[in-house]
């Protein structure tokens, strides 16, 4: 034990005792480990991700929800995270043109996305992660969802993934400078 601090000890019980807590929530859910993974990556890590294994595909959605409270000039960024276990694109609208980076890639890339989406799966879980009170709450809900604007450009991000792999977009080097004088 020599050397090693107070605080990591603490930090290392803490860990421990929240993974055994997620253990016993993925349990009572009654969803396999894997399904749960993209979830688990948005809250720890943010983001939206997306997993396919064997013949399942899932993915995670993030949507953020600022409240503030003007007289007490305080306020907290509520995250709601969608969790899709193979998700169906049921409708698309509009085109956006917009510039993403993803995953390795070394610079950002043209791509076209919608701008609202609909989105249904086999089943949804939603987790609601409050950092003032600090609770992860999670419950099953039923779709479809509708999407616009940030998330949805994330839900075709992710559904590109989960469907064909890379995402295929227009080079960055498309792009040519201009003065406007
Ligand atoms: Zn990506």
Redesign the pocket.
Same mark, same amino acid.
């Given at each position: 034990m020599e050397g090693v601090k107070i605080k990591e000890i603490e930090d290392f019980k803490k860990q421990l005792s929240f993974s055994l807590k997620e253990k016993e929530i993925i349990e009572r859910l009654s969803i396999p480990y894997d399904i749960f993974l993209p979830l688990i990556f948005s809250i720890k890590f943010g983001g939206d991700w997306s997993l396919k294994f064997n013949s399942t595909n899932v993915m995670a959605i993030k949507e953020k929800i600022t409240s503030y409270d003007e007289e007490k000039a305080v306020g907290y960024t509520l995250e709601n995270i969608f969790l899709f276990n193979n998700p169906i694109m049921k409708d698309q609208e509009g085109t956006v043109y917009r510039l993403e980076k993803?995953?390795n890639k070394k610079e950002r890339e043209i791509v076209k996305r919608p701008y609202q989406v609909k989105v249904d799966a086999e089943f949804i879980l939603k987790a609601s992660l409050n950092p003032m009170t600090k609770k992860i709450s999670l419950k099953k809900v039923k779709g479809p969802f509708v999407f616009t604007g940030a998330n949805a450009y994330g839900v075709s #991000?992710?559904m590109e #993934?989960l469907l064909g792999d890379e995402?295929k977009g227009e080079s960055f080097f498309e792009f040519e400078y201009e003065l406007d004088d």
């Open positions: 993803c995953g #991000h992710e #993934h995402i």
